[in-house]
């Protein structure tokens, strides 16, 4: 189990991104949300697309706890719940259309996912009619299920989460860990579809990401500390950086 995962990878260089993937991604759990987005282009690289989703997967489930031992008394619950049952049939939506398109079209899908919250939120800070629109019935159920179909295609539940929470002027420390606690129950739901029905978590995958493990506490200690000192702008507008860098990433590569 653990010769085949390092053969894997067929250099040191592809180890630095790997590693360097993981810092990224304990930083996005516990402080500067989305940075972890610049990730999936890189395991796309290194995995191929779809293959990466499941790769992943058991890495993001192990930032996630980190993250919900850390802010578990500040997230809100209500938020969660209106988004969880549509999050859910996006969820299945794109385990569905997963099966029928081949890995190209589905690292451009992922993109097109992640450029999409980008879109609306660049929507929502230019509308005079936030508080109006965050009221309505649709709102969470639309936001939700893009969330869910956009995690199942490619890690990437992110952007359209920061869009929904930003628009409900969160502080960023419940922001953060909203966010965390929804993407977790979402992860881990996803095991058993990666599992048996898409077939792409391994055994060499599971031990990659136990390697990862120093590096993900690393990033998250990391996050810890920024998301202290970044004031709320400045945290807005970084994320809103990162999630157009790593869509036009995905589409170009």
Not at 152 to 157: R, T
């Amino acid at each position: 189990m653990i010769q085949e995962a390092f053969q894997l990878f067929d250099s040191p260089y592809q180890w630095m991104l790997y590693f360097f993937c993981a810092v990224l991604i304990g930083m996005s759990k516990t402080g500067i949300q989305n940075i972890g987005t610049l990730a999936v282009p890189i395991f796309a690289f290194l995995f191929g697309a779809k293959h990466s989703t499941g790769i992943v997967l058991i890495l993001l489930c192990m930032a996630d706890l980190i993250a919900i031992i850390y802010y578990r008394k500040q997230f809100l619950w209500s938020e969660v719940l209106k988004l969880l049952p549509a999050a859910f049939v996006g969820l299945i939506g794109a385990l569905i259309l997963g099966n029928y398109i081949d890995d190209s079209l589905f690292k451009i899908l992922m993109g097109a996912c992640i450029l999409l919250g980008v879109v609306f939120m660049i929507w929502m800070d230019r509308s005079k009619s936030d508080s109006s629109i965050t009221t309505k019935k649709w709102y969470a159920p639309l936001f939700g299920f893009i969330a869910g179909f956009s995690t199942m295609i490619g890690n990437a539940a992110g952007p359209a989460l920061a869009v929904y929470l930003f628009t409900k002027k969160l502080p960023k420390y419940t922001f953060v860990a909203t966010g965390a606690w929804f993407i977790m129950i979402l992860n881990f739901s996803k095991i058993p579809l990666q599992l048996f029905v898409w077939q792409n978590l391994s055994w060499a995958g599971l031990m990659l990401n136990i390697f990862a493990i120093p590096f993900i506490l690393l990033g998250g200690y990391t996050g810890i500390k920024i998301i202290k000192i970044l004031p709320e702008k400045e945290f807005r507008i970084l994320v809103i950086t990162l999630i157009t860098i790593s869509s036009i990433l995905l589409i170009i590569l």
